[in-house]
C-alpha cells in the first residue's frame, strides 16, 4: 500500500488529517501518516510543534522525512495566509489570480527541494477556508442562528470561499472570530470540517480539489 505522509503546520491540520483525510485516503488503499512541523529544537530539550518559522528551518525538516524511503509522497498541509517571507517564490508571486499566486509557491517549493517525493499544498487562505463552508454546523455547534447566513456571505462575497482574502484582519479565521469570538480552531474547526466532508469541499475549493486529484493520481496503484 503506497504511503502517503503529510506535514501538518499545527494542531487543527493534524487533527484533520488524522480524523477527516486520512480515513478518506484510506477507501483508495493509501496508508495515511502525518507530523507537525517542529519549529524549534532547543539543545537539550523538547521540540516545540506548531506554526511555521522559517524556510531554514522547514527545509531540513523536509529533508529528513525524505530520507525515509517508505514514504511514497510528501505533502503539507500549511495556510498560504502568513507563509514566511522567505519560503521560495513568495518574493517572485506573479500578478494575477490567488490561484496562480499559490500555485507558483508550491511550485517553488518542489523546485528547492527538488525531490519528485514532494509535492507541496497550501490551503488557499487557510483551513478556516474549509470551515466557512460548514456555515450551518457552527451555527448549530455555537448556538448562533444568524451566523450562518453571515458565513454564506462571506462566501458568496468573495465568488467562492477559497477566494476570501488574506489580509491581517480580513483572512478566513479573523473573519470567523469577529462572527464569532467563541470560536476555537483546535476544536471546533475539525468539527465543522468533518460535518461539510471532504466531497463538498473538493466541489467548493478548486485548489484543494487538486490536491487530492494530484495525490490520487500520484499514489494510484
Known sequence: MPRLHILCEGQTEE???????????????????????????????CAYKGGLGTWGRLLPEIRLLLRDSSITLLTTLFDYYGLPGDVPGMATRPHGTPYDRVAHVERSMAEAVGDRRFAPHLVLHEIETWVLLGHDALAELTGDDGLAEAMRLIVSTAHGAELVNDGITTAPSKRILNLCPRYRKTSDGPLVISEVGIDDIRKACPHADGWFTMVQAALAR
Open 15 to 45: 487533527t484533520v488529517v488524522r480524523e477527516i483525510i486520512a480515513p478518506y485516503f484510506a477507501v483508495g488503499d493509501i496508508h495515511v501518516t502525518w507530523s507537525i512541523h517542529k519549529t524549534k529544537r532547543p539543545a537539550g530539550g
